[in-house]
């Protein structure tokens, strides 16, 4: 296709893709710095030295990454975590989105179920209640401490909910005529018509579940069941210096490995980055196709 | 949104209200509960030593150490530390739950709402304040009477009961202080020996000495790299930290931000809006003004700003005594050889009186025990056990303790661990002379000392890895200039030591945010000097001077 472009557009164009590239380099950048800090000498890094090649190349910290019980504990415990997590979040989406996306005349008080979620997304009772509900239950220092808390993510039921009304009333009619029943309905036309969307359910639900650490540190009771970002939370934090001893002081020049903390952060953004590329293509289609509608 | 939905809307907010205001009186009878179901704890042995027969189960709530590396097949509940505990005393040490330092004190406030607190736990003084006044915790008095040993309470109360008394409430003695030397938290001034000889520059030892030494190091090139990238003092964004803050420039002008000090007329009063600290904001702004300040301080960590004393553009330092085990080892110390050559001196004066260094209480936490325990005997027993192994010099019995079968630092995992009130400021007097002489005896009796002293020889013989200890340990080290403080009187307490009052609780850290806000535009010249005084004013009339009523009310309690 040849477009005929006026200057005004070139311009534009030109300067368009500029600010891009300069947004996409500020998101890049301290990644790469991540990268490089953990394929450099400790000494190096100590110094300030790197900045976004690596000094005096060594794979020291990787090794010693995977050496480490504790990471590739929570490592497997954070996997265990998104396949149970999100395979719950999705079947309970589905679930809740299909008859939500019925008309008023099919599901009477449809409005006030979905008010019901949406209420949930504006308010939440806090962290005591939260803490003294998990407590209650018994589901604290178990995995579905993490997972059933936020096991219906209301943003998620939004979103495919009004991908479900987009697709066409049609095809749900002609299925009743030929005798289907709502499961049947859901499971062989509208589910597999949703590809795109589901992906990017699936996407968000698998991120979140990853990246949250706040949960695993307060729900957990001892860190043999923390999450991998629960982990690294409490080897990357600063020290308070108000509770230091004397004795901490002497640990800590042991410890204070920054070229460490950047293999084990890269390690643990890994498994999403490789997650992007297959999910990604879907990803925009998906947040838009419920958009419009006819 | 249609009129219909906005009645929906409205109905769901005072849907919510009555939901949250229901959740509030659940907490309480939760509470509630806690309280009345007390039960008197079972008399064991009086023996202090005794030990349990059979084992009895004690839980604690504990923090991690993520950089901790276990033995194989140990961990944070199952290690050699607590199975000494049941071979020893017979106490099964089980956590409830364990969690980062950093959440530590958010999972405590959520542990007690929740109301179920384990046996021991260690608590801020604002916790214990709120436990006492909920009637949750355990009157430690009799047990602390009947099963603390002697040395014990000998060890307790070496600093003449101050610390013990700071955990007393009508008399009784409610928890047991995690006590640590208040000495420990002094500041010092540390200089680059190297650079100050180099330029020919005086000692420092007044504040114009210090000031002329900073100018010197930011415009003559000290490092000789023929440009003019050096500073003369390294700063973070947090001024009054203890590693790289500015407490020790205030102090040299009399000033004491952030302690409450006695006036004149006996009265307590906040010191950080004395008229004392508006000269040290001065001098400060004055240095920055002339670039002897990294410019870019008031966003940078310890972490940033050691990068520069790295890469050999930082000249001076205030920091405590372990500055040179933290952070300044990882940038002195290179490839088993030290680059730079740090010495280390008193805080220096503006005038004729020397400056005092501010410390506090020492104490950084209690240790409670809660009112269901069963056996409340067993944390003095467990304290106890503590204070003999970490005080004896007969390496076996503190080993099992202390350190792991491949030397890692087990000591963490101890459930009580509380540091001699006279730590460091005792060696002070004898190490540097015993090192300087190499004569071991002066320091056999002194655990600290002896081993610092043995560090000091390895270092002397060229083991660049004990050079922190070696800092602490040498004539004119830091111990020494410790205990030379204590000689001269140079200890500025903070007299006030109690739970936050209730103005506090609630405005305190309002005032702190807004003291931190303006003191560093000030240093960095975005606001004037006199800003100090309008900020004075609003201070007291923000809840400052109803703080400083209650203050000297529990002053005057005392």
Request: net charge neutral; with cysteine; hydrophobic share 45%.
């Amino acid at each position: 296709m040849v477009y005929r472009l006026s200057w005004g557009r070139k311009l534009f164009v030109t300067a368009n893709y500029a600010f891009l590239c300069l947004i996409s380099l500020l998101c890049i950048i301290p990644f790469i710095h991540i990268l490089s800090l953990s394929l450099s000498s400790s000494t190096a890094a100590a110094a300030g030295l790197v900045k976004l090649w690596p000094v005096e190349l060594t794979f020291a910290s990787y090794q010693n990454v995977l050496n480490k019980q504790e990471f590739l504990h929570a490592f497997w415990i954070s996997l265990q975590r998104v396949v149970l997590g999100t395979s719950v979040n999705i079947l309970l989406t589905v679930l809740i989105a299909y008859p939500l996306s019925k008309e008023i005349r099919d599901l009477r008080w449809r409005t006030k179920y979905v008010w019901f979620f949406i209420f949930t997304m504006l308010f939440s009772g806090g962290l005591i209640p939260l803490y003294v509900t998990i407590k209650a239950t018994g589901l604290m220092d178990t995995i579905w401490a993490l997972i059933v808390p936020g096991a219906v993510p209301i943003f998620n039921v939004v979103l495919l909910l009004n991908f479900f009304r987009g697709l066409p009333r049609e095809l749900d009619e002609a299925a009743r005529i030929d005798g289907a029943g709502h499961f049947l309905i859901l499971w062989k036309i509208y589910v597999p018509l949703s590809v795109a969307a589901l992906a990017t359910v699936t996407l968000f639900s698998m991120v979140g579940h990853w990246n949250s650490w706040f949960d695993g540190l307060i729900f957990m009771n001892s860190p043999e069941h923390y999450p991998l970002q629960s982990f690294l939370q409490t080897i990357v934090i600063q020290r308070d210096l108000r509770f230091l001893k004397p004795e901490d002081a002497e640990l800590l020049k042991v410890v204070s490995d920054r070229t460490n903390n950047a293999a084990q952060i890269f390690v643990a953004a890994l498994p999403i980055l490789l997650v992007y590329p297959f999910l990604q293509r879907f990803f925009i289609h998906g947040i838009v196709l419920g958009s419009v509608k006819e | 949104m249609n009129r219909q939905n906005r009645n929906k809307v409205a109905v769901v907010m005072i849907a919510a209200a009555l939901l949250l205001s229901a959740c509030g009186k659940g907490n309480d009878s939760a509470a509630g509960n806690v309280s009345a179901a007390s039960g008197k704890p079972a008399q064991t042995s009086q023996d202090p030593k005794a030990k349990f027969e059979p084992p009895i189960d004690f839980t604690i709530a504990g923090t991690t150490e993520p950089n901790l590396a276990f033995d194989k097949g140990e961990s944070f509940t199952n290690n050699t530390v607590y199975d000494a505990y049941v071979k020893d005393l017979g106490i099964s040490i089980k956590p409830e739950w364990m969690v980062d330092p950093k959440q530590y004190p958010e999972k405590v406030r959520l542990s007690i709402v929740s109301g179920e607190i384990p046996d021991l736990m260690k608590v801020t003084a604002a916790d214990l304040q709120q436990l006492v006044d909920n009637n949750l915790l355990a009157d430690l008095t009799d047990v602390y009477d009947k099963y603390a040993t002697p040395e014990t309470k000998k060890f307790m109360s070496t600093d003449g009961g101050n610390q013990l008394a700071s955990a007393k409430f009508d008399g009784k003695l409610m928890a047991i202080p995690s006590t640590n030397a208040p000495y420990n938290a002094a500041e010092f001034l540390w200089v680059r020996k190297d650079w100050m000889k180099k330029l020919n520059l005086p000692e420092p030892k007044t504040m114009q000495d210090v000031l002329k030494i900073s100018e010197a190091f930011t415009n003559q090139d000290p490092d000789g790299n023929g440009k003019k990238d050096s500073f003369g003092f390294a700063a973070q964004k947090e001024i009054f930290n203890m590693v790289y803050g500015f407490t020790g420039i205030f102090n040299g002008y009399h000033a004491y931000p952030g302690a409450w000090i006695k006036d004149s007329s006996g009265k307590l009063v906040y010191g950080s809006v004395q008229p004392e600290i508006k000269n040290a904001l001065k001098t400060l702004q004055d240095m920055y003004k002339a670039g002897q300040i990294d410019p870019e301080f008031f966003v940078k960590d310890h972490t940033k700003e050691t990068e520069l004393v790295a890469g050999n553009k930082i000249g001076m330092a205030f920091g405590p005594f372990f500055l040179g085990s933290w952070p300044l080892s990882a940038a002195v110390v290179k490839n088993n050889t030290v680059t730079q050559d740090w010495e280390t001196y008193p805080l220096a004066s503006f005038d004729d009186k020397p400056a005092s260094t501010q410390v506090g209480l020492g104490v950084d936490g209690y240790y409670v025990v809660s009112k269901k325990s069963k056996h409340p005997e067993a944390a003095i027993k467990i304290l106890n056990k503590w204070i003999e192994v970490d005080n004896t010099t007969d390496k076996q019995v503190g080993k099992p303790y202390h350190f792991s079968k491949t030397n890692q630092e087990y000591w963490k995992l101890n459930p009580i661990i509380v540091v001699p009130q006279d730590l460091n400021v005792k060696t002070g007097a004898v190490l540097s002379k015993a090192v300087e002489t190499k004569d071991p005896t002066l320091v056999k009796d002194d655990l600290a000392g002896s081993s610092l002293y043995d560090d000091s020889m390895k270092f002397l013989k060229g083991d660049t890895g004990s050079w922190s200890s070696w800092m602490k340990a040498k004539p004119h080290g830091t111990l020494e200039i410790m205990n030379q403080y204590l000689k001269e009187n140079r200890y500025m307490f903070d007299e006030f030591s109690g739970a936050p009052t209730a103005t506090m609780a609630m405005k305190k850290p309002i005032l702190d945010q807004k003291e931190q806000e303006l003191f560093t535009k000030i240093i960095t010249n975005k606001a004037p000097v006199d800003d100090f005084d309008a900020f004075v004013k609003d201070w007291n009339s923000l809840g400052g001077e109803q703080i400083t009523k209650e203050v000297n009310d529990w002053y005057a309690k005392k």
